[in-house]
């Protein structure tokens, strides 16, 4: 049966776009705090700006595995709440809490005893690893704090409690911004404290993130109710669905947030003018395409909760239409991106003319790559994986980055000793390439998998 590139379900397009949007303001929200660090630390000086971008990459790092066990959460979560089957996102949020931890209290202790070691992989630029280590010691004590935040918002956001995400990041980016001025300056009577001041800022602002969520929960969730209590029950069955569901997820994202710091080392290594001129990019890049990344977690919640209520034939209609959608934000995303290049550059005071220039080179070939990014990405982690397939997007992530970016993006850094903008262009050459796997892998939905005995799917 012919399938219509868009479908007539106008239930599908309210819960896809009210999701979409609130997630999207959210990440636009969480970005803008990274952008208002690295202005305000651009003003500061270049070493600093630098130092905290080598740090960000273990924070990425650390955001990558918590965010494939929130993930791995979403994914069971969004079937269950089709199902109205509460206590088993009780119990997948509880083993995703325990994992989060662990994997921030690891990371925690790695920088807290080995700083220099970690920064001196991304960079050998000393000015620039002493002022990251001012900031990676104090910085460091937010990782459990995103850590249990970010689980709790996963289990909310599958049961399409979004708008509370919103509001938390409200908060957080005006706390943030105000100590930023404040103690990275020395304004109103504050010490000038640099990138330390930038880091006091963030623990500050995470600390009062987890607390508003807690308090949402104890107070207004009406969905759920989970209970401090239900952190401590361990469901062995659970546990083991839990493995073979999210345990690709986890393993996808560590391979995405390793590759990174792959990537950063690469670049980091060129100089400290291509690590400010790539955290600059980077972060512009982040904060356009909230919409593309806003449409993945939102295709998670739709399709998981389609085949969750037992309406898995819808499932092909919803996924055609996704896919014109996404390609429809791709050029959207490329444009805005292009166009508002130069206005964001220009906020940046004190970086080199080397740094600027680089910048404006990096958003230019991400302007390009967005596109494919905005198709291939919500396939892959919205579609595919919310479908069943979690291991797919794990081998398909691992081929494209350990065997061709990283090794094309090695050899044309230090063997041919191409331009900065050469190699930045191979190291993101993955988000187009995975275009061609994506459009066979969707479209012949061999993807629909099945995870319990009450859910009929048609794969």
């Known amino acids: 049966m012919r399938v219509a590139l868009f479908t007539k379900d106008k239930d599908f397009y309210k819960r896809l776009f009210s999701l979409i949007i609130v997630i999207a303001l959210q990440n636009l929200v969480v970005f803008s705090v990274n952008l208002a660090d690295n202005v305000m630390l ?59 931890l662990i994997v921030a209290a690891f990371m925690f202790l790695a920088v807290q005893i080995f700083p220099f070691q970690a920064l001196g992989f991304f960079s050998n630029d000393a000015p620039v690893i002493a002022e990251g280590v001012k900031y990676l010691r104090i910085v460091s004590f937010t990782y459990p704090f995103f850590a249990m935040s970010s689980i709790l918002l996963a289990m909310l956001r599958s049961v399409e409690t979004v708008k509370v995400g919103f509001m938390v990041s409200v908060s957080t980016l005006i706390i943030n911004v105000c100590l930023n001025y404040t103690l990275i300056y020395g304004h109103f009577g504050a010490p000038q404290l640099g990138v ?9 602002s995470r600390i009062v993130e987890f607390f508003i969520i807690v308090i949402f929960l104890a107070k207004f969730d009406e969905k759920v ?80 909760k389609t085949i969750g209520e037992g309406n898995s034939h819808k499932v092909k209609e919803y996924a055609i239409t996704l896919e014109i959608l996404y390609l429809i934000i791709g050029a959207l995303s490329g444009l805005s991106l292009f166009l508002l290049k130069d206005v964001v550059i220009s906020f940046y005071g004190s970086i080199s003319p080397e740094a600027y220039q680089l910048a404006i080179q990096f958003m230019t070939v991400l302007s390009v790559t967005i596109v494919g990014t905005a198709y ?73 998998r099945s995870f319990s005995p009450e859910e009929k799917v048609e794969a």
């Open 42 to 100: 651009g003003g500061y000086s270049e070493a600093g700006l630098s130092g905290v971008a080598l740090v960000n990459q273990i924070q990425f790092l650390l955001q990558m595995l918590v965010m494939g066990t929130a993930e791995g959460i979403v994914v069971l979560s969004a079937r269950s709440w089709g199902r109205r089957d509460i206590a088993s996102i009780r119990l997948v949020t509880a083993i995703g809490m325990l994992l989060a």
């Open 196 to 204: 330390q001041g930038a880091a006091i800022a963030t623990l500050t």
């Open 225 to 304: 109710k989970i209970k401090l209590k239900d952190f401590f029950h361990f469901d062995k069955p659970m546990f083991l669905l839990y493995l073979k569901v999210g345990a690709p997820v986890i393993g996808s994202n560590a391979v995405w947030g390793v590759a990174q710091a792959f990537q950063t080392s690469i670049l980091g290594h060129m100089g400290a003018a291509s690590i400010a001129a790539n955290s600059i990019a980077s972060t512009v890049f982040q904060i356009v395409s909230v919409i593309c990344y806003g449409s993945a977690s939102a295709t998670s919640i739709v399709i998981g």
């Open 376 to 448: 291939q990405m919500p396939c892959l982690t919205g579609i595919v994986r919310s479908g069943g397939d979690t291991k797919f997007v794990l081998i398909n992530d691992s081929i494209f980055m350990w065997l061709i970016v990283l090794p094309a993006s090695f050899l044309a850094a230090f063997v041919f000793h191409f331009p900065p903008v050469v190699v930045f262009a191979c190291l993101k050459s993955d988000q187009i390439l995975k275009c061609f796997v994506a459009i066979p892998k969707v479209n012949r939905f061999k993807w629909i």
